[in-house]
């Protein structure tokens, strides 16, 4: 099973999860990082390197990070440089985690990112009466 | 000053707004309105139409809402038929919420809108060692 791996700047990370298991139940493989206003960019670097090795059940990971230009994006960019097994996308939000969840065991790591991205982007529409 | 509301599943509405002034200090006139498992439909009804009324200081109020198709964008699109001083964008993310927040004293509230969907859409990326 494809890891998913969500990584932010404070604690919403760990809520955006819990609200996609209100509407689809649990998500098991999945943890989320916090990085607070205090923390050591050393420590969230190690943190993300041994989640990722505790996610990874040889399918890979998909890392769903905040914002481009943020720690946490910098740091998992950083490790991405290092790995072949693992993908980063950016501006996560609930539609994005959802799909991760729910097609993880259609799709390979490659096509799992592809349609999150797709999924993300596709999600911010703005309503109309 | 444009008001700022945010509607989501479960918590994370909440800890979105607290991520984001983490990166951008504090954020006024923003509110977060959380749905969980046994709440009443009726009540978010009641406290999104309340909300908006103490958030609208007279420039109007963006409303974020987690995805297309839950019940909080459901009940603010059925608000939004009878109202025309809010905009509604669903897709909510941390970009979405940082650009709201930095740009609403130099727009309107449709530019603010507009402006706020484009960096919904363009802060999802693949990145790419």
Do not use: W, Y
């Given at each position: 099973?494809?890891?998913?791996?969500?990584?932010?700047?404070?604690e919403?990370?760990?809520?955006?999860?819990?609200?996609?298991?209100?509407i689809?139940?649990?998500?098991?493989?999945?943890?989320?990082?916090?990085?607070?206003?205090?923390?050591?960019?050393?420590?969230?670097?190690?943190?993300?390197?041994?989640?990722?090795e505790?996610?990874?059940?040889?399918?890979?990971v998909?890392?769903?990070?905040d914002?481009?230009?943020?720690?946490?994006?910098?740091?998992?960019?950083?490790?991405?440089?290092?790995?072949?097994?693992?993908?980063?996308?950016?501006?996560?939000?609930?539609?994005?985690?959802?799909?991760?969840?729910?097609?993880?065991d259609?799709?390979?790591?490659?096509?799992?990112?592809?349609?999150?991205?797709?999924?993300?982007?596709?999600?911010?529409?703005?309503?109309?009466p």
């Amino acid at each position: 099973m494809i890891g998913i791996l969500l990584v932010t700047h404070g604690e919403f990370g760990e809520e955006i999860k819990r609200s996609a298991e209100l509407i689809i139940g649990p998500i098991s493989n999945c943890s989320a990082i916090s990085l607070n206003r205090d923390d050591s960019i050393t420590n969230l670097k190690d943190e993300v390197e041994e989640t990722l090795e505790s996610l990874n059940k040889g399918e890979g990971v998909i890392v769903l990070v905040d914002l481009v230009g943020g720690s946490p994006f910098n740091v998992c960019s950083v490790i991405l440089k290092k790995r072949r097994n693992f993908k980063l996308l950016s501006g996560l939000n609930l539609s994005m985690i959802v799909e991760c969840a729910m097609m993880r065991d259609s799709l390979n790591l490659e096509g799992l990112t592809q349609q999150c991205k797709q999924t993300g982007i596709n999600s911010v529409v703005e309503v109309n009466p």
